[in-house]
């Protein structure tokens, strides 16, 4: 069966620290990976998706990136955070092709003081 | 920026009633889904309906669709306090691979 996982689960950084969260896949191949970010109380805003190693597309313009090293490898960076980027961030994948049921990590919460 | 657009923001009901929920979205879609959210925790898909498709039933949830007027309901029947949770609806644009996420309903059910 399918499982994700995404660490830290939760992680406290000053403002000008830098980013890195990490998101797995297991049991499937070729997947297409999500990043999203949900500030409190309100919905989800879609940060970056890929369809394949290497493919990143960008959805919002911010001090944010993303990278898929590995087929179901997804990383969220930033070389530098601002109090706007906290938040609770959560990974997803889909099977290929036009986006299905989105299976979700269990978020990574970021307060930046 | 957010596709779609949920109404109520929030509701309150007692155990039994039915719950419905709205979503508005913009463009031409592929699909459109529902996801549940329990506090802190990541999001679980209730229910996908495809465009070409004007109702879906699962257990006892109910979505329609509708396209000529860009919306869809969400029918939780004989609610239970175990449904509190917030509501989101989500659309694929037509020819994307992204899923688009509304802002989402509250739903309080009290025992």
């Known amino acids: 069966s399918q499982t994700i996982h995404q660490w830290p689960a939760t992680l406290v950084q000053p403002v000008g620290s830098p980013l890195s969260l990490e998101c797995t896949v297991e049991g499937t191949s070729n997947p297409n990976l999500y990043w999203y970010r949900q500030a409190a109380g309100r919905g989800l805003q879609l940060l970056f998706y890929s369809v394949g190693i290497g493919q990143i597309s960008s959805e919002v313009p911010q001090n944010l990136s993303a990278s898929r090293p590995q087929d179901r490898q997804f990383i969220l960076s930033s070389k530098k955070l601002l109090l706007s980027d906290s938040g609770f961030y959560l990974c997803?994948?889909?099977?290929?092709?036009?986006?299905?049921?989105?299976?979700f990590g269990e978020g990574s919460r970021l307060t930046v003081l | 920026s957010q596709q779609g657009e949920e109404d109520p923001q929030a509701l309150s009901i007692q155990e039994g009633e039915n719950a419905t929920m709205n979503c508005s979205y913009k463009t031409s879609i592929n699909n459109l889904q529902w996801y549940r959210q329990n506090s802190g925790r990541g999001l679980v898909h209730l229910i996908l309906?495809?465009?070409?498709?004007r109702e879906k039933h699962s257990g006892r949830l109910r979505v329609t669709l509708d396209t000529s007027k860009k919306s869809s309901s969400l029918l939780i029947t004989a609610s239970r306090a175990a449904d509190t949770a917030s509501y989101f609806c989500a659309t694929v644009p037509y020819n994307t691979d992204k899923l688009i996420f509304g802002t989402g309903t509250r739903l309080q059910v009290f025992p």
């Open positions: 309906i495809r465009s070409n498709e």
């Open positions: 997803a994948w889909s099977g290929q092709g036009v986006a299905g049921e989105l299976f």
